[in-house]
């Protein structure tokens, strides 16, 4: 007998008060232009310091609100994750392990922020990701390949960008920016043990936290998927 769960949505650390941060900046924009209309020619310098801080403060609020309403979404079946320029969305079974990305640096265990996700095989991504996601996934995650090279993880031929086609293992042959991510995905499999890479910032907890929750349903999944009667031909 399995017990049955639900789905659970998560809302990025990235998008936190984003409102009342607009909200904020719009507010003190308003007094600030107040004060210009009656000491500018007094304090210009100081004035035009205000606006700008206060226009700095609408901008990165705006920008909070430009993210997703929620950036992870655990459901019994499948893992979705969610970007302003995209998502991907993966079936539990696509799925090996998922766990903290570290690396031991001598006898020092450095914590790199981010998730991993670790594939049965990388062919999986290839249609279940936005083209726009794939291309901007490989600039966002720079900072690994930088850290990979510095830690003589991979070598600096392999940290350089690779648009060659990709071949599935079905034959398959990927072109343009999909098959550079699929490149950049096997390339830091190789050097950190994980295919995908959920960055801190999109959860609303502790990596650690989120680790146990999505294993949970991972192994949930798995349970259900050999339990289920087969169909015999």
Not at 134 to 161: D, F, S, W
Request: aromatic share 10%.
């Amino acid at each position: 007998m399995t017990t049955t769960i639900t789905t659970r949505k998560i809302k990025a650390i990235a998008r936190h008060h984003g409102l009342f941060i607009t909200l904020l900046g719009l507010i003190a924009l308003v007094i600030v232009l107040g004060f210009c209309f009656n000491y500018w020619h007094q304090a210009r310098f100081v004035l035009m310091f205000m606006v700008l801080t206060c226009l700095v403060t609408i901008f990165i609020g705006l920008l909070k609100l430009a993210e997703p309403q929620h950036s992870l979404i655990l459901a019994p079946e499948t893992l979705t994750f969610y970007h302003r320029h995209g998502r991907w969305k993966l079936k539990w079974q696509h799925i090996r392990h998922i766990h903290s990305v570290t690396n031991t640096v001598g006898i020092e265990r450095q914590e790199l922020n981010y998730v991993g996700i670790k594939l049965y095989s990388v062919d999986a991504l290839a249609s279940n990701i936005s083209l726009r996601l794939a291309n901007r996934m490989i600039h966002e995650q720079k900072p690994l390949i930088h850290y990979c090279i510095k830690q003589q993880l991979i070598t600096m031929e392999q940290g350089v960008l690779n648009f060659e086609p990709y071949r599935l293992t079905t034959g398959e042959v990927i072109k343009g920016p999909l098959a550079g991510f699929l490149h950049h995905c096997e390339i830091l499999h190789q050097a950190l043990g994980a295919h995908l890479f959920i960055s801190a910032s999109s959860l609303n907890s502790s990596i650690d936290d989120f680790v146990v929750l999505s294993n949970h349903y991972l192994q949930h999944a798995k349970q259900d998927y050999y339990s289920a009667p087969k169909q015999t031909s």
